[in-house]
């Protein structure tokens, strides 16, 4: 667990990385998926939460079930909610968008054909990475420079369209079908034998849906909410009636939670920072505010602030602490 974790800080320094957390029957038991969450609260990683799911022509007994998944989901929201100004959970943001945008956000929740084509190594064409490599999916290949056209009329291709036709009509009286579409093709091939049936996780998408609305409905018609519409207006990002709460800020795509209270946190470290003037004093004072966990990881992130600044010709660009200020 020490070697991950110091694997898992040494990703802070790159731009791009992402970290899944796969739930599975065995971290489920185990509740390691709170102390996991703990541990990225604490590290301050960012990560999404996949279940894990079945091979397309067997079952590994790893998968976890619909119910369990969509309790955990909901659970996961609400320790999300109030963590949500220390932590990023992506897959969750992308939920709670998706419910109050009213369309999916992700590849699961809309008609995925033709949002990717996948190549294989011995150049085999797919509509997904998750499909590669079974001759029954399988498109065309780049030997015969298929079009586009070409592609959509092959036999892997008429089973999306299959399952597209009867989904709208399975799903058609669902609350949630306009931002769930039935879910994976992918995890219903690999989870019953019916080709045109709805995502095996339909149960689990309806509890977290369900839990979403009912807390967008009871923070849309809070107090707080209509005040604040009253005196500022529609929202721009986001739902237009949604201006206040918890999972309001979850709906909003372009101002994060914890980005803002990052920020908020740098700009105070560094007006401290200039106040006091060295880097064990103003370390004990963002101690003391509550800015950061311990002194000891106030004072590293000082240091690499300072180390920033001497080589960084943009002082004035608070983005210049996006990647390099980890107050924890
Ligand atoms: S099959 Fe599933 S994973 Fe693949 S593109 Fe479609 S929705 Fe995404
Ligand atoms: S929640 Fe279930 S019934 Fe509703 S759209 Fe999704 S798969 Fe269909």
């Known amino acids: ?34 102390k996991d969450v703990k541990i990225f609260l ?3 990683l960012h990560f999404s939460i996949h279940p894990s799911i079945p091979c397309l022509d067997n079952s590994a007994g790893f998968e976890l079930s619909s119910d369990r998944y969509g309790a955990r989901l909901c659970d996961m929201l609400d320790y999300y909610l109030r963590n949500r100004q220390k932590i990023k959970i992506s897959s969750l943001d992308q939920l709670c968008q998706a419910v109050a945008s009213g369309s999916g956000r992700v590849c699961t929740f809309q008609d995925c054909f033709g949002m990717f084509l996948v190549i294989d190594p011995v150049g085999d064409i797919y509509s997904c990475h998750r499909l590669a490599g079974r001759p029954e999916y399988r498109l065309g290949s780049i030997d015969d420079k298929p079009s586009l056209r070409r592609l959509s009329e092959s036999a892997a291709a008429q089973m ?20 769930c579409k039935g879910g994976c093709p992918y995890n219903t091939w690999a989870g019953n034998g019916d080709a045109t049936a709805p995502d095996p996780y339909c149960e689990a998408y309806r509890t977290v849906f369900d839990h979403i609305r009912q807390r967008l409905d009871e923070e849309m018609s809070s107090e707080e909410n209509i005040e604040a519409i009253a005196m500022k207006g529609l929202a721009e990002d986001g739902h237009p009636l949604m201006r206040i709460g918890p999972l309001t800020e979850l709906t909003r795509e372009h101002s994060r939670p914890f980005q803002t209270a990052r920020t908020a946190k740098a ?4 007006v401290e920072l200039a106040r006091h003037g060295d880097v064990p004093a103003t370390a004990l004072r963002l101690h003391s505010m509550g800015i950061s ?27 210049v602490f996006d990647k390099t200020f980890f107050l924890s």
Do not use: K
Not at 15 to 31: R, Y
Not at 171 to 179: F, G, K, M, P, V
Not at 294 to 309: F, I, N, P, V, Y
């Open 293 to 319: 966990r311990t002194r000891e990881s106030g004072e590293a992130s000082l240091r690499g602030l300072m180390e920033q600044m001497h080589v960084s010709a943009a002082l004035n660009n608070i983005s």
């Open 42 to 44: 604490e590290t301050g």
């Open 160 to 179: 999306f369209t299959r399952r597209e036709a009867t989904i709208s009509e399975t799903c058609r009286e669902c609350n949630h079908n306009a931002y």
């Open 1 to 34: 667990m020490a070697t991950l974790m110091s694997d898992m800080l040494r990703l802070r320094l790159w731009g791009n990385w992402a970290i899944i957390a796969l739930l599975n029957p065995l971290s489920m038991l185990s509740m390691m998926v709170t």
């Open 267 to 270: 700009i105070v470290a560094a």
